[in-house]
């Protein structure tokens, strides 16, 4: 049974960093890429950043570009996303994912079936 537990968020600060973690169970880290999402009540859940298969390219929406990375250890089993220089329109719950990366493919429309999700966790961003 895969499991996808995340940890990390709180509230920060508009300039601020905060890192979220998220440790994969029962899935052999490196057979699938890995990625974050967000969501808030207006808007639908979206990709921001994903790491492809392997760990060999990154990728970040426009939104979040220069300004958030992600990264993985593979010992641990473990995905990052350190947000930096955050912005009050980065609240929102974020959700892990392990599945498809799809950023890189123009018009990808993402199925919530493909993938194991996190639980999700808030981040609030104050200005």
């Known amino acids: 049974q895969v499991q996808v537990k995340q940890s990390g968020g709180g509230s920060v600060q508009a300039g601020g960093s905060l890192r979220l973690s998220c440790t994969i169970f029962g899935l052999e880290f490196d057979d699938r890429a890995m990625g974050w999402f967000r969501q808030t009540p207006t808007k639908e859940r979206e990709e921001i950043s994903c790491i492809t298969r392997g760990g060999g390219r990154t990728y970040y929406s426009d939104s979040v570009k220069d300004r958030f990375i992600i990264s993985k250890d593979t010992d641990k089993n473990t995905l990052y996303l350190s947000m930096n220089n955050v912005e009050p329109e980065d609240t929102a719950t974020y959700y892990c994912?392990?599945?498809?990366?799809?950023?890189?493919?123009?018009?990808?429309?993402?199925?919530?079936?493909?993938?194991?999700w996190g639980q999700g966790t808030q981040v609030t961003v104050s200005s």
């Open positions: 994912a392990a599945g498809v990366c799809g950023l890189w493919k123009p018009g990808f429309q993402y199925s919530p079936d493909d993938y194991y």
